[in-house]
């Protein structure tokens, strides 16, 4: 009789055991808030979207270190990622997706095409959106769960193409990419570059998500005598365009859209010296400020031998500050509450989580920034201040 009590209370002390075990799991995962992504981890552009998740990732590891506590409570901060392709439907359905099974709060996406798709529906289903796009179109929508992550695109053109046309000369042709973003820096580009003397000698946008041979289609604009080609997409096929360009005679300069990136571009192009003469997006490591350069540093003891793109600060600060706007509005669930702490976020950014230096958002959600671009010269990068180069291009 005492055999079978001893072998009854053993049994018992088990089930309580599992249950407690069990319990403690599900309280975990309540303990989890979810931060969505959905962008291209495959395809030409799959090594744009590893950046900008790689970013978040790196942030949201640090946020955990530290340990995140809002309304009293801890939690772990999880990203969720999805590939899109670069396609904008399947964007909505990973979005879709991540309303549904996983909770998430926020959302980041990584192209203008996507973010367009998901802000057909994300006021009404309450989520929050994290673009990381400059178009100025995202926010001047009035969407008021949108927050535009990089300046906008209308601070580059001017300043781009007083460079390029004092440097080079009056002649542009357009070898871009053809998506959806590429499509409207043309629309903005085209008659600011008329407007200042020049001439559109030749134009072919080509799909630099699919093709990874583009002699044919830089042949053809070349033809034309170009002084400056204007061009860009994802990194890796845009420095490929370069690569080639060269190899086919051409000795002008290169207007790159802010999706490339000069540092990654220079990985294909074999160095520098074939970008003699590029203006674009500042890379990190040439960045003198002291939290770039602190980030910098940071970032080559996580990951030995390599080198943080804009993509992954840029995006690494997007996911702090929605940390931290979690923790001033009290709530990990509300999304609109955490829109609403947003500005109060990156202004209150700690210089470690701001290697970009942001002090705020505007009226209408997007970023501000003293930014600064990045123009080959000698077969090394120099620092340009926009707002100094947009002053002298009035």
């Known amino acids: 009789m005492k055999m079978q009590i001893r072998r009854r209370l053993t049994k018992l002390s088990v089930a309580l055991a599992v249950g407690a075990v069990m319990g403690s799991g599900a309280a975990f995962a309540e303990d989890v808030v979810?931060?969505?992504?959905?962008g291209p981890l495959s395809g030409g552009a799959a090594l744009y979207g590893k950046n900008v998740l790689t970013g978040m990732e790196m942030a949201a590891n640090e946020i955990n270190a530290k340990g995140l506590e809002v309304g009293g409570k801890k939690y772990k901060v999880e990203i969720v990622a999805l590939d899109d392709k670069y396609n904008p439907?399947?964007?909505g359905i990973n979005v879709q997706r991540m309303i549904q099974q996983y909770k998430t709060p926020a959302v980041l996406v990584p192209h203008s095409g996507g973010v367009f798709a998901v802000q057909a529906f994300n006021e009404k289903s309450k989520i929050l959106l994290l673009a990381y796009t400059s178009l100025a179109q995202v926010t001047a929508r009035g969407n008021k769960m949108t927050i535009r992550i990089p300046p906008?695109?209308?601070?580059?053109?001017?300043?781009?193409?007083?460079?390029?046309?004092?440097?080079?000369?009056?002649?542009?042709?357009i070898a871009c990419a053809d998506h959806d973003y590429a499509k409207t820096w043309i629309a903005a580009f085209k008659p600011a570059w008329e407007a200042a003397g020049g001439k559109v000698v030749a134009e072919n946008p080509m799909s630099y998500n699919k093709s990874?041979?583009?002699?044919?289609?830089?042949?053809?604009?070349l033809q034309s005598k170009p002084d400056v080609l204007f061009i860009g997409g994802p990194s890796e096929p845009t420095g490929l365009v370069v690569k080639q360009a060269r190899e086919l005679g051409f000795k002008g300069g290169?207007?790159?859209l802010d999706q490339a990136k000069l540092d990654e571009m220079a990985k294909v192009t074999g160095g520098f010296a074939p970008l003699e003469g590029a203006i674009g997006v500042l890379p990190m490591v040439n960045d003198d400020r002291p939290n770039a350069k602190a980030f910098v540093e940071r970032y080559r003891k996580l990951n030995p031998g390599k080198d943080p793109s804009s993509e992954i600060a840029l995006n690494y600060t997007a996911v702090h500050a929605t940390a931290i706007a979690m923790k001033l509005a009290g709530t990990v669930s509300d999304p609109t509450a955490i829109r609403?702490?947003?500005?109060?976020?990156?202004?209150?950014?700690p210089a470690e989580y701001n290697p970009n230096d942001f002090d705020g958002l505007n009226e209408v959600g997007g970023t501000l920034a003293d930014t600064f671009v990045g123009y080959?010269?000698?077969?090394?990068?120099?620092?340009?201040?926009?707002r100094s180069l947009n002053a002298a291009a009035k």
């Open 34 to 38: 979810k931060i969505g992504y959905s």
């Open 89 to 91: 439907s399947e964007t």
């Open 152 to 173: 906008e695109i209308t601070g580059y053109i001017n300043p781009f193409i007083k460079t390029e046309m004092s440097k080079f000369g009056k002649n542009v042709a």
């Open 212 to 221: 990874t041979d583009f002699y044919s289609g830089v042949s053809r604009v």
């Open 254 to 256: 290169f207007i790159v």
């Open 340 to 349: 609403a702490q947003m500005g109060n976020a990156f202004k209150s950014l």
């Open 376 to 386: 080959v010269d000698g077969g090394k990068v120099k620092q340009l201040n926009l």
